[in-house]
């Protein structure tokens, strides 16, 4: 995933401009723009090992908050910018289970038990849009919780809630380990505003579609990703993750 050069929302009016001035059909400039992926974004990177174990205990799943990114923007009319619209959300991620277990599908996806979920974090009430925005809560938060839900009271403490969509959804499925491959694995998901992902036929690839994901976001969101494991000895060993959010202006 690269972000070696992030054009600012004054960057892509410019030369949104200039192709209007060759007398371009609005709807080619358009496609020109998405096609070269010429949008301002947000990014985060994460590069450090971490594993999220399930329990022993009755409740055997496991939710580690591994990467959050930066709010994204919000646009101010005083500035010409009326509304941004969220256009993609792209992961990169770099991870494995234990490598070992599982009754069939070594190596596949199908049966695999750990896996990751993203969110949107929305401001909580009452917490004013232009209030201090709590960079880097990833890192505070420690706490061994069974699933992003159970988070909810330590994300209202830091000014921040899950957005829902309308049947009370707050976690969507990224991808999943391959099922005892002990080695890492580079995966990239992209979600795409109002693009239906189809499903590969035979197996699984593990990876979530994604659905209603873009359409409940807006801007002042953040997204959360989140390590998830279930049934004793499942370990979701994460080496890295990327998460860019590209916005249209």
């Known amino acids: 995933m690269s972000s070696d050069h992030v054009p600012s929302p004054n960057d892509v ?16 400039v358009l496609s020109i723009l998405a096609f070269a992926r010429y949008n301002p974004r947000v990014h985060a990177a994460r590069h450090e090992n971490r594993s999220y174990r399930a329990s022993s205990m009755p409740n055997h799943c496991v939710a580690g908050l591994y990467l959050c990114t930066p709010v994204i923007p919000v646009p101010h009319p005083s500035e010409g910018y009326d509304d941004f619209k969220i256009a993609a959300v792209t992961f990169a991620l770099r991870s494995a289970d234990q490598g070992w277990g599982g009754d069939r599908g070594h190596g596949l996806y199908r049966g695999s038990w750990t896996w ?14 232009d209030g201090p925005v709590g960079d880097g809560i990833e890192h505070g938060m420690s706490h061994r919780l069974s699933e992003p839900a159970a988070a909810r009271e330590l994300l209202n403490a830091l000014g921040w809630d899950f957005a829902k969509s309308e049947d009370g959804k707050v976690a969507w499925t990224v991808q999943c380990n391959r099922v005892a491959h002990r080695a890492p694995v580079d995966h990239e998901v992209c979600w795409r505003r109002h693009e239906c992902r189809a499903k590969p036929e035979g197996d699984d690839d593990g990876k979530g579609d994604g659905a209603g994901f873009l359409e409940l976001m807006r801007p002042g969101d953040r997204v959360a990703l989140w390590g998830r494991a279930q049934f004793p000895s499942w370990v979701n060993n994460v080496e890295s993750a990327e998460i860019t959010v590209d916005y249209e202006v």
């Open 13 to 28: 009016y410019a030369v949104r401009n200039i192709l209007r001035s060759l007398k371009l059909p609005p709807e080619l």
């Open 116 to 129: 990751f979920e993203a969110s949107i974090l929305r401001r909580a009430a009452g917490v004013p849009e």
